[in-house]
């Protein structure tokens, strides 16, 4: 399995620029997501990494380290309907299935 | 393209009854997830299919969880009889192979 850890809580106001950290332990490592979810929906796709560095795309960008076990999403230029629920999760290495095993997901509050 | 479809997106029952779900993947996708998400928690996978077989089901709780997808396309979740600790969001996502899943909007089930 996995241990992936992630904060709770973060805020920021519009305009701004924010960091949410995740740090994992896995014995398999295969790749890992970023997945964002407002409030009763379902969590939408925003990044994948499987290989060191950044990955960018429009305003989010995602980052990974695999010798440290952490990986960042950054958000550039906060909107209020940024505010969401941020969903890290890792897939193991090794399996053809997919499997992925997320973090608590970490609330972000965008405040105007 | 449409989504992944689930329903009913809510559903509200008294401990030891009994509860069904539905969900209908992306055209398509040969891979099918059920997950429980709890309040304030990350998706835990249920089950995975892969086609109309069981490739994963290790965190089911088999003595009151069933799930089936006997054409390979359409899946229901199954729940008897239910207990307090059940409530919780319960999320279908599909994928192509190990790819990128895609997740419908949810049922929330309410167990009083």
């Known amino acids: 399995g996995q241990n992936i850890d992630q904060p709770t809580e973060m805020t920021a106001t519009e305009g701004a620029i924010v960091q949410i950290n995740c740090t994992y332990q896995t014995s398999g490592f295969n790749g890992l997501f970023w997945y964002q979810q407002h409030a009763g929906e379902a969590p939408t796709f925003l990044s994948y990494n499987v290989l060191d560095g950044l990955e960018e795309k429009g305003r989010f960008s995602s980052f990974l380290s695999r010798s440290k076990g952490y990986s960042y999403l950054l958000l550039k230029e906060l909107q209020m309907k940024d505010s969401a629920s941020y969903l890290c999760a890792v897939r193991e290495r090794g399996s053809t299935l997919g499997r992925l095993y997320f973090g608590r997901g970490t609330q972000l509050t965008v405040w105007p | 393209e449409a989504g992944v479809a689930q329903s009913p997106r809510y559903k509200i029952i008294e401990k030891r009854q009994s509860v069904a779900f539905w969900c209908n993947p992306i055209?398509?996708?040969?891979?099918l997830y059920w997950y429980q998400q709890i309040l304030g928690q990350g998706p835990k996978l249920l089950i995975q299919?892969?086609?109309?077989?069981?490739?994963?089901d290790s965190q089911l709780p088999k003595d009151r969880f069933s799930a089936e997808r006997l054409k390979g396309v359409d899946s229901t979740l199954k729940i008897q009889p239910a207990k307090l600790e059940d409530s919780a969001v319960y999320l279908c996502?599909?994928?192509?192979?190990?790819?990128?899943?895609?997740f419908g909007p949810g049922t929330r089930l309410t167990v009083l």
């Open positions: 299919f892969q086609n109309n077989g069981v490739v994963d």
């Open positions: 996502a599909s994928s192509s192979g190990t790819d990128t899943q895609y």
């Open positions: 055209s398509g996708h040969a891979t």
